[in-house]
């Protein structure tokens, strides 16, 4: 509305200074109301720019035109930038959409001058009002809502199952822009000329009060609406995935049957195979093939080229593999085998027998998996072998072993002697496994999340047309054995078009129209009479509007009440328990029966039974001021249903219906950071009162006392030492609170050789080699780690500078690369120091903690802190021994890369 006073107070004379300053209100209030718009529409319930063109074309003598088509159209490119759909399409719509507004402005402005002639200028009478916003509402909305849905239809925005309920809802929003805002805007522009003048408070104030109101109930239906819709999608989703993992369960049941009979009958001839198979088969078309793949080493090759061949009766048999052009050739020589021995149904798959599985990458890999946990194992998505079309399948494939292994308990390494393999057609399962659940609109697909980005997606549902909001995407994991699929499931617009329940629209609409009415019946009144009766009505108008706002604020207050996260209880004039709100129970765990309707005593007794300390409750009396006095905070520790604190605040009511209210507010969070914030600043300024002590006494002596130059030298160093220790405590307060801000943001992840690091650390360093010697026991190859570099110098540079301060002249510092079983790198370094106590070893990482507590070794206590916060960010941790008198030994512990350096492993605590 700013706008609009600029343009009321200038006036401006030039047509390009008015077309400026209304396109940019234009802009601004088409902004407000298309924030309204409910997806999937395209068209807002309340479009207050469309009221304003209307004013400012009446008021101008339609010279304002110009500024609303460009107003309009900058609207509508910006709406296509904020979801990145800026182009010439987007152009070509918002020059429709603007066109269409310009237009309607026109005709509004074209039929109440025609009609009313000036009395527009006044609204004084009951039947120019009725007449003017009549015409430019109503009516002359329909111009824009036609031509924007039009322009949408034609550029394919919107589908032609939305287009009745767009073009409803965008002929509702500038009809009822229409009958709220022009008034509203002549009252601006006139305002300075009488009986604008006076109706301008009286009118603009009650409607934007009733605005704001309608607004927030508008945006509560709207939340409420998507959130809806969005668990309808959900219960969708969690069905499908069900259903998919019942599908696949079957299957699993089918192929370890298969396996069971295979362990126990490994003679079994082809017949006998496929008489087992041939149900399993029928029943589940998905299914492709069910085949046994025996398990064969390289020195039983000939054997069994030579059994399988005198079995099945194919001369010359022997293990094949595919060569790059894709041809069936002979296996080379390798390993281990698995190959395809039987198969069902043969028909078709006869070519498969012989063929090693395991000679293709994506199989072995599932082959590797079964064999290593003895469990199930499913592939990656494949093109399947068998099938000249292109379709995605996966292998199951159990583990089979010999009866003899199954039936002992000994324990021994089981002996493999092949796999029972399903071919699944994924789609065809999903088909068959879905085909209950599908509703018409929701997509659906399938990807397999370990699999590579090209061969990812397993599964597409048919198209659903235009996609709908992402914001009701459902994605969940189903477990396939050993894998993990991405199931995701995605609305249409016509699908959310379809299952819109138009609560949101409907609480908007009624708000807007009673706004509506309201603001007809203000223009009514204050037209009529005379400036004292208009006072006199405004008066009354406005306790009428305050009862109206607080029968409204009432409904927002039992909202607010049910969706507060604080609790509250409210006690009636008898002093029972009348209300209590959901975040009450949810903070104390006092369920509503217990309380509601019963006396404070029960309230008091349930608290107490949940206090940290019963005893010192003392009921809730004391929370309640007396006589007036304000309102005092009070804090009331529990320990059910959780460890918590509250805080709690009595007031008064003046209510007829309720006595007492008591509000409840959990600061559990709060008291814990001021728990922590009060220990930090006791050890910090702990830390910082020495050096400032220091520094500002010697300076007093310096500055007070004439003293001799070897003293004051003295004095100058002890001050230099000091102001360097509060330097180095500032600078490693900052390089924590950084670490701990930004949690690993600004670190620089690389390939870091820790081998080479630790060999130039301890070079940059260059001890005394006589006072502290520096052992190194470095392997010769590079051990690589994911790191930030600088990190990782600053940590071993800290832990370095502690061995050499705690270690006495001569004591040599042993610096080494360890690995461990876990997977993790170590640099370990020893001293021959004072060494610590076992309660000293649980303290270390802590800020401002030191072994020495004599003050004669140099340091800030927050080295460890910082080297500990380091580790952390990069997935590692820290490694301490020590004893007294003897030394200390910290390993730094890296989480290793699969092609770090394998070295001795060691044990780490």
Same mark, same amino acid.
Not at 752 to 757: F, G, H, M, N
Not at 837 to 857: C, L, M, N, P, Y
């Given at each position: 509305?700013?706008?609009?006073?600029?343009?009321?107070?200038?006036?401006?004379?030039?047509?390009?200074?008015?077309?400026?300053?209304a396109a940019a209100t234009y802009l601004v209030l088409g902004w407000l109301g298309i924030s309204l718009t409910i997806p999937p529409g395209f068209a807002s319930p309340l479009f207050p720019a469309a009221g304003f063109a209307v004013a400012v074309m009446l008021w101008s003598g339609n010279r304002a035109w110009p500024g609303i088509l460009l107003g309009s159209a900058l609207l509508n490119l910006g709406i296509a930038w904020q979801h990145g759909e800026l182009g010439y399409l987007s152009a070509l719509i918002a020059c429709g959409i603007a066109s269409g507004a310009a237009l309607q402005a026109f005709v509004a402005s074209w039929l109440v001058a025609r009609v009313l002639a000036n009395a527009w200028q006044w609204l004084e009478q009951d039947?120019?009002?009725?007449?003017?916003?009549?015409?430019?509402?109503?009516?002359?909305?329909?111009?824009?809502?036609?031509?924007?849905?039009?322009?949408?239809?034609?550029?394919?925005?919107?589908?032609?199952?939305?287009?009745?309920?767009?073009?409803?809802?965008?002929?509702?929003?500038?009809?009822?822009?229409?009958?709220?805002?022009?008034?509203?805007?002549?009252?601006?522009?006139?305002?300075?000329?009488?009986?604008?003048?006076?109706?301008?408070?009286?009118?603009?104030?009650?409607?934007?009060?009733?605005?704001?109101?309608?607004?927030?109930?508008?945006?509560?239906?709207?939340?409420?609406?998507?959130?809806?819709?969005?668990?309808?999608?959900?219960?969708?989703?969690?069905?499908?995935?069900?259903?998919?993992?019942?599908?696949?369960?079957?299957?699993?049941?089918?192929?370890?049957?298969?396996?069971?009979?295979?362990?126990?009958?490994?003679?079994?001839?082809?017949?006998?195979?496929?008489?087992?198979?041939?149900?399993?088969?029928?029943?589940?078309?998905?299914?492709?093939?069910?085949?046994?793949?025996?398990?064969?080493?390289?020195?039983?090759?000939?054997?069994?080229?030579?059994?399988?061949?005198?079995?099945?009766?194919?001369?010359?048999?022997?293990?094949?593999?595919?060569?790059?052009?894709?041809?069936?050739?002979?296996?080379?020589?390798?390993?281990?085998?698995?190959?395809?021995?039987?198969?069902?149904?043969?028909?078709?798959?006869?070519?498969?027998?012989?063929?090693?599985?395991?000679?293709?990458?994506?199989?072995?890999?599932?082959?590797?998996?079964?064999?290593?946990?003895?469990?199930?194992?499913?592939?990656?998505?494949?093109?399947?072998?068998?099938?000249?079309?292109?379709?995605?399948?996966?292998?199951?494939?159990?583990?089979?072993?010999?009866?003899?292994?199954?039936?002992?308990?000994?324990?021994?390494?089981?002996?493999?002697?092949?796999?029972?393999?399903?071919?699944?057609?994924?789609?065809?399962?999903?088909?068959?496994?879905?085909?209950?659940?599908?509703?018409?609109g929701l997509g659906f697909s399938i990807e397999d999340a370990e699999a590579s980005a090209l061969d990812r997606t397993i599964y597409q549902s048919p198209s659903t047309a235009t996609p709908g909001d992402p914001y009701y995407r459902w994605r969940t994991q189903v477990r396939m054995a050993d894998r993990d699929w991405n199931l995701s499931v995605m609305p249409s617009a016509a699908y959310l078009q379809q299952k819109r329940s138009w609560a949101a629209w409907a609480v908007g609409v009624t708000g807007l129209t009673l706004a509506a009415l309201l603001q007809v019946l203000l223009l009514v009144s204050s037209g009529r009479t005379s400036i004292v009766q208009r006072k006199v009505k405004e008066q009354t108008e406005e306790l009428h509007a305050?009862?109206?706002?607080?029968?409204?604020?009432?409904?927002?207050?039992?909202?607010?009440?049910?969706?507060?996260?604080?609790?509250?209880?409210?006690?009636?004039?008898?002093?029972?328990?009348?209300?209590?709100?959901?975040?009450?129970?949810?903070?104390?765990?006092?369920?509503?029966?217990?309380?509601?309707?019963?006396?404070?005593?029960?309230?008091?007794?349930?608290?107490?039974?949940?206090?940290?300390?019963?005893?010192?409750?003392?009921?809730?009396?004391?929370?309640?001021?007396?006589?007036?006095?304000?309102?005092?905070?009070?804090?009331?520790?529990?320990?059910?249903?959780?460890?918590?604190?509250?805080?709690?605040?009595?007031?008064?009511?003046?209510?007829?219906?309720?006595?007492?209210?008591?509000?409840?507010?959990?600061?559990?969070?709060?008291?814990?950071?001021?728990?922590?914030?009060?220990?930090?600043?006791?050890?910090?300024?702990?830390?910082?009162?020495?050096?400032?002590?220091?520094?500002?006494?010697?300076?007093?002596?310096?500055?007070?006392?004439?003293?001799?130059?070897?003293?004051? %030298?003295?004095?100058?160093?002890?001050?230099?030492?000091? !102001?360097? +220790?509060?330097?180095? *405590?500032?600078? =490693?307060? $900052?390089? #924590?609170?950084?670490?701990?801000?930004?949690?690993?943001?600004?670190?620089?992840?690389?390939?870091?050789?820790?081998?080479?690091?630790?060999?130039?650390?301890?070079?940059?360093?260059?001890?005394?080699?006589?006072?502290?010697?520096?052992?190194?026991?470095?392997?010769?190859?590079?051990?690589?780690?994911?790191?930030?570099?600088?990190?990782?110098?600053?940590?071993?540079?800290?832990?370095?500078?502690?061995?050499?301060?705690?270690?006495?002249?001569?004591?040599?510092?042993?610096?080494?690369?360890?690995?461990?079983?876990?997977?993790?790198?170590?640099?370990?370094?020893?001293?021959?120091?004072?060494?610590?106590?076992?309660?000293?070893?649980?303290?270390?990482?802590?800020?401002?903690? %030191?072994?020495?507590?004599?003050?004669?070794?140099?340091? !800030?206590? +927050?080295?460890?802190? *910082?080297?500990? =916060?380091? $580790?952390? #960010?990069?997935?590692?941790?820290?490694?301490?021994?020590?004893?007294?008198?003897?030394?200390?030994?910290?390993?730094?512990?890296?989480?290793?890369?699969?092609?770090?350096?394998?070295?001795?492993?060691?044990?780490?605590?």
């Amino acid at each position: 509305m700013s706008a609009i006073v600029v343009l009321a107070d200038a006036r401006p004379r030039s047509t390009a200074s008015l077309v400026t300053v209304a396109a940019a209100t234009y802009l601004v209030l088409g902004w407000l109301g298309i924030s309204l718009t409910i997806p999937p529409g395209f068209a807002s319930p309340l479009f207050p720019a469309a009221g304003f063109a209307v004013a400012v074309m009446l008021w101008s003598g339609n010279r304002a035109w110009p500024g609303i088509l460009l107003g309009s159209a900058l609207l509508n490119l910006g709406i296509a930038w904020q979801h990145g759909e800026l182009g010439y399409l987007s152009a070509l719509i918002a020059c429709g959409i603007a066109s269409g507004a310009a237009l309607q402005a026109f005709v509004a402005s074209w039929l109440v001058a025609r009609v009313l002639a000036n009395a527009w200028q006044w609204l004084e009478q009951d039947r120019d009002i009725f007449r003017c916003l009549v015409l430019a509402g109503p009516l002359a909305s329909v111009v824009s809502a036609t031509t924007g849905v039009v322009v949408l239809l034609l550029a394919r925005v919107i589908v032609p199952e939305a287009a009745q309920n767009n073009w409803w809802t965008w002929w509702t929003g500038d009809t009822l822009g229409v009958l709220i805002v022009t008034p509203l805007s002549l009252a601006v522009l006139y305002g300075k000329h009488s009986p604008w003048r006076e109706r301008l408070l009286s009118v603009a104030v009650p409607m934007l009060i009733v605005l704001g109101l309608v607004a927030g109930a508008f945006f509560t239906a709207a939340r409420w609406e998507r959130a809806q819709q969005k668990a309808q999608i959900q219960d969708h989703g969690e069905a499908l995935a069900q259903l998919l993992k019942q599908r696949f369960i079957a299957h699993q049941e089918a192929i370890s049957a298969l396996r069971r009979l295979i362990e126990v009958t490994p003679a079994m001839s082809y017949r006998q195979f496929e008489y087992f198979t041939q149900i399993t088969l029928r029943d589940n078309p998905d299914i492709f093939a069910l085949s046994f793949n025996p398990y064969v080493v390289a020195a039983e090759r000939k054997a069994f080229e030579r059994d399988t061949a005198a079995r099945s009766g194919i001369p010359g048999f022997e293990i094949k593999e595919r060569d790059r052009q894709r041809r069936l050739v002979r296996a080379a020589d390798r390993a281990e085998y698995v190959t395809v021995g039987f198969i069902a149904p043969l028909a078709g798959n006869a070519p498969a027998i012989g063929y090693d599985i395991n000679s293709e990458p994506v199989r072995h890999a599932a082959i590797e998996r079964a064999k290593t946990s003895r469990v199930p194992a499913v592939t990656a998505p494949i093109q399947l072998v068998q099938e000249n079309q292109k379709r995605v399948g996966v292998l199951v494939l159990h583990p089979a072993y010999k009866k003899e292994f199954l039936l002992s308990d000994a324990e021994q390494t089981p002996a493999l002697i092949g796999f029972a393999v399903a071919v699944i057609k994924v789609d065809e399962m999903v088909e068959i496994a879905t085909r209950t659940a599908v509703v018409e609109g929701l997509g659906f697909s399938i990807e397999d999340a370990e699999a590579s980005a090209l061969d990812r997606t397993i599964y597409q549902s048919p198209s659903t047309a235009t996609p709908g909001d992402p914001y009701y995407r459902w994605r969940t994991q189903v477990r396939m054995a050993d894998r993990d699929w991405n199931l995701s499931v995605m609305p249409s617009a016509a699908y959310l078009q379809q299952k819109r329940s138009w609560a949101a629209w409907a609480v908007g609409v009624t708000g807007l129209t009673l706004a509506a009415l309201l603001q007809v019946l203000l223009l009514v009144s204050s037209g009529r009479t005379s400036i004292v009766q208009r006072k006199v009505k405004e008066q009354t108008e406005e306790l009428h509007a305050r009862a109206d706002a607080l029968q409204d604020r009432g409904v927002q207050l039992d909202a607010l009440f049910s969706l507060s996260p604080d609790g509250f209880v409210v006690f009636g004039p008898d002093g029972r328990v009348k209300f209590t709100n959901p975040a009450f129970h949810t903070m104390t765990g006092i369920a509503p029966e217990d309380i509601s309707g019963k006396p404070e005593a029960a309230l008091e007794g349930e608290l107490r039974r949940r206090a940290e300390q019963p005893e010192l409750f003392k009921g809730i009396s004391p929370y309640f001021p007396e006589n007036g006095a304000t309102p005092k905070i009070h804090l009331l520790a529990l320990q059910q249903p959780r460890p918590s604190v509250l805080q709690l605040i009595g007031i008064h009511s003046v209510a007829a219906s309720v006595s007492r209210i008591l509000y409840l507010r959990d600061v559990t969070h709060e008291a814990e950071v001021d728990r922590m914030k009060s220990e930090f600043l006791s050890h910090a300024a702990h830390e910082l009162r020495t050096p400032m002590a220091s520094i500002f006494g010697f300076s007093e002596l310096l500055l007070e006392m004439d003293l001799d130059e070897a003293t004051r %030298r003295d004095l100058l160093e002890t001050i230099h030492r000091q !102001t360097h +220790l509060l330097v180095e *405590i500032i600078n =490693e307060l $900052l390089d #924590l609170a950084r670490i701990e801000a930004r949690r690993g943001k600004d670190f620089t992840i690389t390939e870091v050789d820790l081998t080479a690091l630790v060999r130039d650390t301890v070079a940059d360093l260059a001890f005394d080699a006589e006072r502290w010697p520096v052992n190194l026991d470095l392997p010769a190859q590079e051990t690589k780690v994911l790191a930030d570099a600088s990190k990782v110098r600053q940590a071993l540079v800290n832990v370095l500078g502690n061995g050499q301060k705690y270690s006495p002249v001569g004591g040599a510092l042993d610096v080494a690369i360890k690995t461990s079983p876990a997977g993790f790198i170590g640099i370990a370094v020893e001293d021959h120091g004072i060494g610590m106590t076992e309660e000293q070893i649980g303290h270390v990482g802590q800020r401002f903690w %030191r072994a020495d507590t004599s003050g004669k070794t140099p340091g !800030t206590g +927050l080295g460890m802190a *910082i080297v500990k =916060e380091i $580790l952390e #960010l990069h997935g590692g941790h820290i490694e301490v021994h020590s004893r007294q008198k003897t030394g200390t030994s910290i390993t730094l512990w890296f989480p290793v890369m699969s092609s770090a350096l394998s070295l001795p492993p060691v044990s780490p605590t």
